[in-house]
């Protein structure tokens, strides 16, 4: 028994009100997200907490005494350990927070930027490069410290050994710190090569 040409034309139609439905809804989706981030509604509240209230704390296990080296240990086993706290208390806030700024005036805008923002930015972006290698298989070979002027300007770099997440193959990771504060943290952008890294003599 075949349907008349009418039934075959409503199931149909249902067919594309069926398809349309699902995306009318991830449109409105998408424009209601789109909004919320536009007007800072998606944004946590900024009546209830400051953005330096809101910034973890230098690592305990840290001091001033600590040197590049141990610093870069403490950012891989956050890494490893997927430790956000950890990874924004380690940023050097105040050099990333210029940075950022300096791109806006470059742009000819000005940008008021949180030790939040700026802190969460960085720890973003070191995830985003350590996800392209192996958990746990990453140990500091070498570190390289510059003074140029006061302790205070000093910076530093610190190597480390890596392995591809893909293919195990060997690759190395490199570390750019400064002294902030009177203590050692990190700047935003971990760097990925090839290879094992060399060893100074």
Request: some cysteine; hydrophobic content about 40%; overall charge negative.
């Amino acid at each position: 028994m075949t349907s008349s040409p009418q039934a075959q034309g409503g199931s149909r139609r249902n067919r594309r009100r069926a398809r349309v439905a699902p995306l009318s809804l991830a449109l409105i989706t998408i424009s209601i997200a789109v909004t919320l981030v536009a007007t800072g509604c998606a944004e946590r509240d900024a009546d209830t907490t400051t953005a330096d209230e809101a910034m973890p704390a230098y690592p305990a296990s840290l001091s001033s005494e600590s040197t590049p080296s141990e610093v870069a240990e403490a950012l891989i086993r956050a890494l490893d350990e997927e430790d956000q706290q950890t990874l924004m208390a380690l940023v050097a806030v105040k050099a990333e927070m210029e940075a950022i700024e300096a791109i806006y005036r470059e742009h000819g805008r000005t940008h008021e930027t949180d030790p939040v923002e700026a802190a969460s930015l960085a720890a973003s972006g070191w995830r985003a490069t350590y996800s392209f290698l192996a958990p746990g298989a990453t140990h500091v070979t070498d570190e390289d410290i510059k003074v140029a002027g006061p302790v205070s300007a000093e910076t530093a770099t610190v190597t480390a050994s890596a392995e591809s997440a893909a293919d195990r193959t060997p690759r190395s990771l490199t570390i750019r710190l400064m002294r902030e504060d009177g203590v050692w943290k990190v700047r935003a952008g971990l760097q990925t090569a090839g290879g094992v890294p060399s060893t100074r003599q």
